[in-house]
């Protein structure tokens, strides 16, 4: 994916996918995301919709609060290895950095969401302990983390793996505080996000047309497709209070611009490739 | 994470999905409906060498196909549909139906059941070595009309003479209902409609009746919907499911059919045969995303998934096209 211009941006409210790197060095964070405070101030904001952004540390916390953001999210692993590779510090010093930005957070009211990575599987390690998931989880939620979005950061989770990690952070974190952040490396984000639900969880991350793909699996898809989500919701009777037809719409938007294919199934059977 | 999905009525999970939601919801175990845990084996039948070759525009030599159900003979799978019977005229892409039929290695334990629309296919099929067959219905007026050129009815009443004559041979037969969750021409189609054509082939003889999602529309609710009316009239043991992945449904379609009891999956590898009536969308789900997840599940399919694999790569390159499967894409290696 090249570089996206800042008026592309603006129109997509793509400042959310400020939060889909966080492998990324800095300099690459840098080149892509260095817009970020135009983003955050041209978009515009619509009532009742909220526009959280990643803030790795003080640092990342204090520009965004500068710039508007008036929701943050902070990125935890249940995999030390990948702690250590991607952000260059274990768990428990990230943790630590997290404590810093969710209380500067609360004292200005500023609303922080948790994320866990690695909640499946790792690319490094290979198997995660649920218990481990549900460990970093507890402790997102008990500093102050409002919600915890759980990441199959390589996709390689099944409804089997899917439902033995629930259980075991359901145990720490109550299921109304729970997400599910899924992702299609091997085709089974909709079947795992369908035991989420059936487990109780009504929180799900996804990514219009299924937007950044694998950097552990060369080719590979990535985030799931918010399209083919909702056809799955929609088509279960569950309200989301999305229109699926403007979600297209913003998918083939971004799709021409990036000058690529879209990864949602929905939008390829509506007839809406490049 | 472009978009968080709140869900904006919780308590719409359950009332709106039926009985069997709540039941799930409170579950000590998932995928425990009514006390009833997933199968502990699940029965993959691959479509590929038939259905999945028979959708591609590329048509493949004989050798190749014969070798593409040998690997996948290898890769454990059970059932293999190799070709069918229908008069070339129509599917010149199965017009080497009867080299293949004599071609392929016959592994003991593998059947190779081939498609048969008639009588006259049904006679060439026993006369090439066929030991099992397939028929097909459809579960949409206007679909059994506009590709077969008759109604339902009389298309059950061209499968009796087909019925009668395997029998006296001994030759089990296989029903496929098409449509089984919509219709390109009708749109919506009723459950009992399926629900009636499924027992209309499963009285007639049928040893198991394949449901198919022919255009992929489905989603877990309406597979529910489905095969609540179906089990009624058809014993679930009986049942198969056959989904297409054209709006990416197909993984969780079939994960609530196994949650139903259904234990008999239909898919492709490389989910070869892309959909007819949605152009350069997908069609048929891919075999190795269906054995990753049951295995994931802890499920027995007797299939080695890297064998499977192969196959999958082999007849990807003699297609010159990229594999419809996920796993097969994806080389993160764990």
């Given at each position: 994916?090249?570089?996206?211009?800042?008026?592309?941006?603006?129109?997509?409210?793509?400042?959310?996918?400020?939060?889909?790197?966080?492998?990324?060095?800095?300099?690459?964070?840098?080149?892509?995301?260095?817009?970020?405070?135009?983003?955050?101030?041209?978009?515009?904001?619509?009532?009742?919709?909220?526009?959280?952004?990643?803030?790795?540390?003080?640092?990342?916390?204090?520009?965004?609060?500068?710039?508007?953001?008036?929701?943050?999210?902070?990125?935890?692993?249940?995999?030390?290895?990948?702690?250590?590779?991607?952000?260059?510090?274990?768990?428990?010093?990230?943790?630590?950095?997290?404590?810093?930005?969710?209380?500067?957070?609360?004292?200005?009211?500023?609303?922080?969401?948790?994320?866990?990575?690695?909640?499946?599987?790792?690319?490094?390690?290979?198997?995660?302990?649920?218990?481990?998931?549900?460990?970093?989880?507890?402790?997102?939620?008990?500093?102050?983390?409002?919600?915890?979005?759980?990441?199959?950061?390589?996709?390689?989770?099944?409804?089997?793996?899917?439902?033995?990690?629930?259980?075991?952070?359901?145990?720490?974190?109550?299921?109304?505080?729970?997400?599910?952040?899924?992702?299609?490396?091997?085709?089974?984000?909709?079947?795992?996000?369908?035991?989420?639900?059936?487990?109780?969880?009504?929180?799900?991350?996804?990514?219009?047309?299924?937007?950044?793909?694998?950097?552990?699996?060369?080719?590979?898809?990535?985030?799931?497709?918010?399209?083919?989500?909702?056809?799955?919701?929609?088509?279960?009777?569950?309200?989301?209070?999305?229109?699926?037809?403007?979600?297209?719409?913003?998918?083939?938007?971004?799709?021409?611009?990036?000058?690529?294919?879209?990864?949602?199934?929905?939008?390829?059977?509506?007839?809406?490739?490049? | 994470?472009?978009?968080?999905?709140?869900?904006?009525?919780?308590?719409?999970?359950?009332?709106?999905?039926?009985?069997?939601?709540v039941a799930f919801s409170s579950a000590a175990k998932a995928g425990v409906r009514a006390g009833r845990a997933l199968p502990e084996k699940v029965k993959i039948v691959e479509v590929g060498p038939r259905d999945g070759l028979q959708n591609?525009?590329?048509?493949?030599?004989?050798?190749?196909?014969?070798?593409?159900?040998?690997?996948?003979?290898?890769?454990?799978?059970?059932?293999?549909?190799?070709?069918?019977?229908?008069?070339?005229?129509?599917?010149?892409?199965?017009?080497?139906?009867?080299?293949?039929?004599?071609?392929?290695?016959?592994?003991?334990?593998?059947?190779?059941?081939?498609?048969?629309?008639?009588?006259?296919?049904?006679?060439?099929?026993?006369?090439?070595?066929?030991?099992?067959?397939?028929?097909?219905?459809?579960?949409?007026?206007?679909?059994?009309?506009?590709?077969?050129?008759?109604?339902?009815?009389?298309?059950?009443?061209?499968?009796?003479?087909?019925?009668?004559?395997?029998?006296?041979?001994?030759?089990?037969?296989?029903?496929?209902?098409?449509?089984?969750?919509?219709?390109?021409?009708?749109?919506?189609?009723?459950?009992?409609?399926?629900?009636?054509?499924?027992?209309?082939?499963?009285?007639?003889?049928?040893?198991?009746?394949?449901?198919?999602?022919?255009?992929?529309?489905?989603?877990?609710?309406?597979?529910?919907?489905?095969?609540?009316?179906?089990?009624?009239?058809?014993?679930?043991?009986?049942?198969?499911?056959?989904?297409?992945?054209?709006?990416?449904?197909?993984?969780?379609?079939?994960?609530?059919?196994?949650?139903?009891?259904?234990?008999?999956?239909?898919?492709?590898?490389?989910?070869?045969?892309?959909?007819?009536?949605?152009?350069?969308?997908?069609?048929?789900?891919?075999?190795?995303?269906?054995?990753?997840?049951?295995?994931?599940?802890?499920?027995?399919?007797?299939?080695?998934?890297?064998?499977?694999?192969?196959?999958?790569?082999?007849?990807?390159?003699?297609?010159?096209?990229?594999?419809?499967?996920?796993?097969?894409?994806?080389?993160?290696?764990?």
């Amino acid at each position: 994916m090249g570089n996206v211009p800042t008026t592309v941006k603006h129109c997509l409210s793509y400042e959310q996918l400020i939060q889909d790197y966080p492998w990324l060095t800095r300099w690459l964070l840098a080149e892509k995301m260095a817009d970020h405070t135009d983003v955050l101030r041209g978009i515009q904001r619509e009532p009742h919709v909220r526009y959280p952004v990643l803030t790795p540390n003080m640092q990342g916390f204090q520009d965004a609060v500068a710039a508007g953001a008036t929701e943050v999210a902070v990125f935890g692993s249940a995999s030390e290895t990948f702690s250590k590779k991607n952000i260059n510090c274990s768990i428990d010093e990230s943790m630590l950095r997290f404590e810093e930005v969710i209380k500067s957070a609360k004292e200005r009211q500023i609303p922080v969401r948790g994320y866990v990575s690695c909640a499946l599987g790792c690319p490094h390690e290979g198997h995660i302990e649920p218990s481990k998931v549900s460990q970093v989880a507890k402790r997102l939620y008990e500093m102050g983390c409002y919600e915890i979005s759980l990441g199959d950061t390589i996709g390689v989770g099944t409804p089997g793996s899917m439902f033995k990690m629930l259980q075991s952070v359901m145990n720490e974190v109550p299921t109304n505080a729970l997400a599910v952040h899924c992702h299609d490396t091997y085709g089974q984000a909709l079947p795992n996000i369908l035991t989420a639900l059936q487990m109780g969880v009504s929180v799900v991350d996804s990514a219009v047309a299924g937007l950044g793909g694998c950097p552990y699996a060369q080719g590979s898809s990535g985030n799931v497709s918010t399209e083919d989500v909702l056809y799955m919701l929609h088509g279960m009777g569950i309200e989301t209070g999305v229109n699926l037809t403007k979600v297209l719409e913003a998918g083939d938007f971004i799709c021409n611009a990036l000058r690529r294919g879209t990864n949602s199934r929905v939008a390829q059977a509506r007839g809406r490739t490049l | 994470m472009a978009a968080v999905m709140r869900l904006v009525n919780r308590s719409v999970l359950g009332p709106a999905m039926g009985q069997q939601y709540v039941a799930f919801s409170s579950a000590a175990k998932a995928g425990v409906r009514a006390g009833r845990a997933l199968p502990e084996k699940v029965k993959i039948v691959e479509v590929g060498p038939r259905d999945g070759l028979q959708n591609e525009k590329t048509i493949v030599p004989t050798e190749t196909k014969i070798h593409l159900i040998d690997m996948l003979s290898a890769s454990g799978l059970s059932v293999i549909e190799a070709t069918s019977f229908v008069s070339p005229k129509w599917v010149p892409q199965m017009a080497d139906q009867v080299e293949v039929m004599k071609g392929i290695d016959r592994k003991p334990g593998v059947s190779y059941p081939v498609l048969t629309p008639n009588l006259k296919g049904f006679q060439a099929a026993v006369k090439a070595g066929a030991s099992e067959v397939a028929i097909f219905g459809a579960a949409s007026e206007l679909f059994s009309k506009k590709n077969i050129n008759c109604s339902v009815d009389e298309s059950l009443q061209r499968f009796d003479e087909i019925m009668r004559t395997a029998k006296e041979a001994g030759v089990p037969v296989r029903g496929y209902v098409s449509c089984v969750l919509g219709c390109p021409y009708e749109g919506m189609v009723a459950p009992e409609k399926v629900a009636h054509v499924a027992k209309r082939l499963y009285s007639m003889g049928c040893y198991e009746i394949s449901l198919g999602d022919t255009i992929g529309v489905g989603t877990p609710g309406s597979m529910i919907k489905m095969l609540e009316a179906v089990s009624r009239e058809v014993p679930v043991n009986a049942l198969a499911v056959h989904c297409h992945d054209t709006y990416g449904q197909a993984l969780a379609n079939i994960l609530v059919a196994l949650q139903m009891g259904i234990s008999v999956v239909d898919s492709s590898v490389a989910g070869l045969g892309g959909c007819p009536y949605a152009n350069g969308a997908s069609g048929n789900v891919a075999t190795e995303d269906v054995v990753y997840m049951l295995h994931g599940l802890g499920i027995q399919t007797g299939v080695d998934l890297s064998k499977l694999m192969d196959a999958g790569a082999f007849i990807c390159r003699t297609l010159n096209r990229k594999t419809s499967s996920k796993v097969a894409q994806a080389t993160c290696k764990l």
